[in-house]
């Protein structure tokens, strides 16, 4: 419920912007909009699916909107809630998960270079001046993340060895250097291509991967789709290249990828608009099934037991 509130402000942000300069039309933000992140068959699924993941899709969509507030306001000095928020968005994907560290490249990306053309910094600072001051903020954002980690998870550094050997080994049987049987159906199977076929067609749903693919390519190359186009690098990227190629691993950028699946749609006519996001919902209506009969594994003692 929070994945999809936080999705729906992002959207917010951008409806309206995404017409065709010339088109007049009403671009006022609608509802039927949202609804292909309520029936998404991703985030149905792992709403009801307890792992780590199902947080970090809510801490990289939140900070992906607080990213594009901060890269909105880069002009202002009054910036320092959001730099909070974002260490503390930061801090609480980490204590969920160390892997979630790869999260920090969109603040940095955001706090430096989105920041080079900036009026917030003087022109006749030095680049040794302008580099003082983006240090400064990382170093601020990254203090408050470490410290949120802490906070969420004391136990990382309370039990240190137990924590890297844990860590370890996960790390090893992540990259395919330990096989074991539930990872072995990854053999052979080739990185970005694999998430391509196998995985995003059937967790957003054919409609809404389309219109993802259609909208990263034809969607506005302007600054603010752009910090967009590099979230969804910045975690898929390195992710896909991992050897065990498990669905829940893509889960941070499944919010996002139907946000660019909306975003095309509300370009359409106002009528196709809707009907296509009604066709969107299908299959995570479809999906919904799941949870109207009774778990197999109950289904099945029931069964041995008679």
């Not at 306001?73 to 968005?89: C, M, P």
């Not at 752009?226 to 893509?250: C, D, E, G, Q």
Request: charged share 15%.
């Amino acid at each position: 419920l929070l994945t999809v509130y936080v999705s729906h402000k992002i959207l917010k942000m951008f409806i309206g912007d995404t017409l065709p300069a010339g088109r007049q039309a009403n671009t006022q933000y609608r509802i039927p909009y949202t609804l292909p992140l309520i029936f998404s068959p991703a985030l149905i699924q792992f709403a009801h699916f307890g792992t780590t993941e199902s947080l970090l899709m809510l801490f990289f969509t939140w900070l992906v909107y607080l990213c594009l507030k901060l890269d909105a306001k880069r002009d202002s000095k009054d910036v320092d809630s959001i730099y909070i928020s974002v260490g503390v968005a930061m801090g609480l994907a980490i204590a969920t998960k160390v892997s979630s560290i790869l999260f920090i490249l969109l603040p940095l990306w955001t706090v430096t270079l989105g920041h080079i053309q900036s009026s917030r910094f003087d022109l006749a600072q030095s680049r040794y001046e302008r580099f003082w001051q983006w240090l400064n903020e990382m170093v601020f954002i990254t203090f408050v993340a470490g410290a949120t980690a802490i906070i969420f998870s004391p136990y990382n550094l309370i039990s240190w060895k137990e924590f890297t050997s844990s860590i370890d080994y996960e790390s090893m049987v992540a990259t395919g250097k330990v096989l074991v049987f539930y990872t072995r159906s990854f053999t052979d199977s080739v990185p970005i291509l694999f998430q391509f076929q196998r995985i995003f067609p059937y967790v957003l749903g054919w409609p809404v991967f389309v219109s993802f693919l259609v909208g990263f390519v034809f969607l506005p190359w302007k600054r603010n789709f752009n910090m967009l186009r590099l979230a969804f690098l910045i975690y898929f990227l390195p992710s896909a290249f991992v050897f065990t190629k498990w669905t829940r691993f893509m889960t941070p950028i499944f919010p996002l990828m139907i946000v660019f699946a909306v975003l095309w749609i509300s370009r359409l006519p106002k009528r196709l608009g809707y009907l296509t996001c009604l066709v969107a919902i299908i299959p995570g209506i479809i999906f919904l099934k799941i949870y109207t009969t009774e778990d197999m594994r109950l289904q099945a003692s029931q069964w041995m037991v008679k």
